[in-house]
């Protein structure tokens, strides 16, 4: 059983950063792609940012593109967001959620079957 532990959330003020990272143990497989999501109160859940374990390039959505990093260290098992120029909107929980991929990464939630319990990112002056 895949398990995501999520860390790194907390209060910053617009501009700021902050830098998320999931610990995933329990692979049964070299071929994961693991995202980042976030869920705004009353808004749907909503896809960040993703990569592959081992294959292909990072995605981005657009509100988040040329702020956000995601990154990976194979050998901790561990998938980093880095969070720059933070604003009151990207506020929300966020989590990181990995599936079984040979290749690349997709940005709906939908097509990830493990999630971890998400953190909490508040963006206020």
């Known amino acids: 059983q895949l398990q995501l532990v999520e860390s790194g959330g907390g209060l910053v003020q617009p501009g700021g950063s902050l830098r998320l990272s999931c610990a995933a143990s329990?692979?049964?497989?070299?071929?994961?792609?693991i995202g980042w999501f976030r869920q705004a109160p009353g808004k749907e859940r909503e896809g960040v940012s993703c990569?592959?374990?081992?294959?292909?390039?990072?995605n981005y959505a657009d509100s988040v593109q040329g702020r956000f990093t995601i990154s990976r260290d194979n050998a901790k098992n561990a998938v980093y967001l880095q969070m720059n120029s933070l604003k009151p909107e990207d506020t929300g929980v966020y989590y990181c959620?990995?599936?079984?991929?040979?290749?690349?990464?997709?940005?709906?939630?939908?097509?990830?079957?493990?999630w971890g319990q998400g953190t909490q990112v508040t963006v206020s002056a």
């Open positions: 959620a990995a599936v079984r991929l040979f290749w690349g990464c997709v940005l709906s939630p939908r097509n990830y079957d493990s």
């Open positions: 329990g692979f049964t497989s070299d071929y994961y792609a």
């Open positions: 990569i592959n374990h081992n294959r292909g390039s990072p």
